[in-house]
Nanobody, 125 residues
């Protein structure tokens, strides 16, 4: 089993920054990829960013590219999402997810194996 715990959410004004963390535990951690997704009230879950656990290759949704940065610290089994130039439309619950199958389609949440409980990010205008 793998446990994922997100932290770092909160309330920030438009244009501000937040850094989310996702700490993984439970077994020797060697995921194929780690991803961040978000879900706003009344909307479907949306892919935000993903990173290869081994190579560090990153992939972003167009709506956040250039503003958000995903990174990982393998020694700490932690993945981060640095969010800059936040907009009110970034308001959502942010979830971290882990995929262990080689070839997982990074933007497809249904292909991820484990999920965190989510952390709320609210951006005021």
């Amino acid at each position: 089993q793998v446990q994922l715990v997100e932290s770092g959410g909160g309330l920030v004004q438009a244009g501000g920054s937040l850094r989310l963390s996702c700490a993984a535990s439970g077994r020797t951690f060697s995921a194929y990829a780690m991803g961040w997704f978000r879900q706003a009230p009344g909307k479907e879950r949306q892919f935000v960013a993903a990173i290869s656990w081994t190579t560090g290759y990153t992939y972003y949704a167009g709506s956040v590219k250039g503003r958000f940065t995903i990174s990982r610290d393998n020694a700490k089994n932690t993945v981060y999402l640095q969010m800059n130039s936040l907009k009110p439309e970034d308001t959502a619950v942010y979830y971290c997810a882990a995929a262990f199958a080689y070839g997982t389609t990074w933007w497809k949440g249904e292909e991820y194996d484990y999920w965190g409980q989510g952390t709320q990010v609210t951006v005021s205008s």
